[in-house]
């Protein structure tokens, strides 16, 4: 079998030190475990913007579109702010979702035991909570036509389109189903089918769906009680589909049900390619956070998390994906902490690359 290939973008602000770190974690997996992988690194964002003049590179973006899989680390910064909406950081990364059609997001919201304290909500609550939720990703209101800002009248109105066909609601559909039988076999549909006839639609070809997969429990919620729902009893919910807009809200919503946004791993997963691995591109939850970038304070957990989601899902690694998850998990049982994990009991926080060693010394002592 040929090298599994992957193409790395650090990106912007912490983006190049967390992504030092998954780079320690993939050169493990190459000695220790005999899964080499075949590894390129090339510009997305204000790097690609300060190099190129564009937030991506065509060359790039076609890059992207052979390898197995894409690692990301963060786009985007302050002194990008006023740059023409066209060629800000953040393009970069919606023209890679965009043009290699990623789209099922997958966000899971994890707490692990030793985190469980951390969340705003109690700890009963959160304990054990394992969801995941899959948000379609390039189509909805993002992208539907016609958009724009017109004038009407003697003022300006903003417009944008909630669109969606059968077609991509199905995919999205079946890509949740396929996710729940191999978890707990249960999806909840989201949308707001009272009010929006794009939700009519959704909850329609989402029910037709269900059809194929009769091992599935599915229920469907209208998405502002699911918000609700979230925050009241989130380990009701085993796997949860939902459009782009809701996607974004109530994944971030659940991500904090966490207790830290440097905790969460996603993925972003297309049709398969000639060797029947899907298109994929994998980054960590947070921002670039350029308040912290250079000082060795982030945290690299989410992005060493994402390499564990390629692992399971673009290389059928699903027991090396949980060893790098039980690594991660024995080290914050370990009391090991980076300064977004710290408590009020306080104490002197690992670096970065000293989150590395642990994990990487956890992941030693696994084999």
């Not at 740059?83 to 789209?103: A, H, N, S, T």
């Not at 549909?189 to 599915?218: C, F, H, Q």
């Amino acid at each position: 079998m040929s090298t599994p290939t992957l193409l790395i973008l650090p990106g912007d602000g912490i983006g190049p030190e967390v992504m030092d770190q998954v780079t320690r974690v993939i050169d493990w997996f190459g000695d220790k475990r005999d899964m080499p992988f075949d590894v390129s690194t090339d510009l997305v964002g204000g790097a690609a913007y300060d190099a190129h003049g564009v937030p991506l590179h065509d060359d790039t973006m076609a890059k992207a579109q052979e390898v197995d899989a894409v690692l990301l680390g963060a786009v985007g910064g302050p002194q990008y702010d006023d740059l023409d909406f066209r060629v800000k950081p953040e393009r970069g990364l919606l023209r890679l979702r965009k043009e290699m059609d990623l789209f099922a997001n997958l966000r899971p919201a994890q707490c692990f035991d030793a985190l469980a304290d951390f969340s705003s909500l109690k700890k009963d609550i959160v304990a054990g909570l394992d969801i995941m939720i899959v948000r379609e990703l390039t189509s909805g209101v993002y992208f539907g036509e016609p958009r724009g800002i017109i004038e009407e009248g003697n003022e300006r109105v903003g417009i944008n389109t909630q669109r969606y066909t059968e077609s991509e609601i199905e995919r999205a559909a079946r890509a949740a189903f396929e996710l729940a039988m191999r978890r707990n076999k249960k999806v909840c549909s989201m949308e707001k089918a009272n009010v929006m006839e794009s939700g009519i639609l959704w909850r329609e070809v989402v029910t037709d769906v269900a059809k194929d997969y009769p091992e599935v429990e599915l229920s469907h919620m209208y998405a502002d009680n699911g918000a609700m729902q979230l925050v009241r009893a989130p380990k009701q919910f085993d796997v949860i589909v939902t459009d782009n807009l809701f996607g974004d809200i109530l994944s971030d919503c659940a991500a904090m049900l966490t207790g830290s946004l440097g905790m969460l791993p996603s993925a972003s997963l297309g049709a398969p390619m000639a060797n029947g691995r899907p298109k994929a591109m994998y980054e960590p939850v947070h921002g670039s956070a350029p308040d912290i970038a250079g000082q060795g304070k982030a945290n690299p957990i989410a992005c060493i998390l994402s390499f564990a989601m390629a692992l399971r899902y673009s290389f059928d690694q699903g027991d090396e994906a949980t060893r790098l998850e039980q690594a991660i998990e024995a080290v914050l049982a370990s009391g090991a902490r980076t300064g977004d994990l710290m408590g009020p009991e306080g104490g002197t926080p690992l670096s970065t690359a000293e989150m590395g060693d642990a994990i990487i010394a956890a992941l030693d002592a696994s084999l």
